[in-house]
């Protein structure tokens, strides 16, 4: 019933910037946290951002300083904004709406790749 579609994905190389967009259809608990999490080949799936319905934040500390997770309710929109972009933030980045991060919704993912 709740479809979550990533966008923004592509190529770029080190040092440059993305906004990656995740728009969420259907019946949404606006209440419940939204985040990203990405997922680099042999590697395990990690958080990346998360945000609250209030608004509170909170980062994994390799993207700290480099990436801004904000968030519409209005548009049941959330939105990744990252610079400084390294090759090591190459990876498949998820969105997820949950009411504990990590479980609930998922989108199909939009690819990242970070090179020269």
């Known amino acids: 019933q709740v479809q979550l579609v990533e966008s923004g994905g592509g190529l770029v190389q080190p040092g440059g910037s993305l906004r990656l967009s995740c728009a969420a259809s259907?019946?949404?608990?606006?209440?419940?946290?939204m985040g990203w999490y990405r997922q680099a080949p042999g590697k395990q799936r990690e958080l990346v951002a998360g945000?609250?319905?209030?608004?509170?934040?909170n980062y994994a500390g390799s993207v700290q300083g480099r990436c801004t997770i904000s968030r519409d309710n209005s548009k049941n929109t959330v939105y990744l904004q990252m610079n400084s972009l390294k090759p090591e933030d190459t990876a498949v980045y998820y969105c997820?709406?949950?009411?504990?991060?990590?479980?609930?919704?998922w989108g199909v993912g939009t690819q990242v790749t970070v090179s020269s």
């Open positions: 259907g019946t949404i608990n606006r209440n419940w946290p």
């Open positions: 945000i609250t319905s209030v608004g509170r934040t």
């Open positions: 997820n709406l949950g009411i504990n991060l990590g479980s609930g919704y």
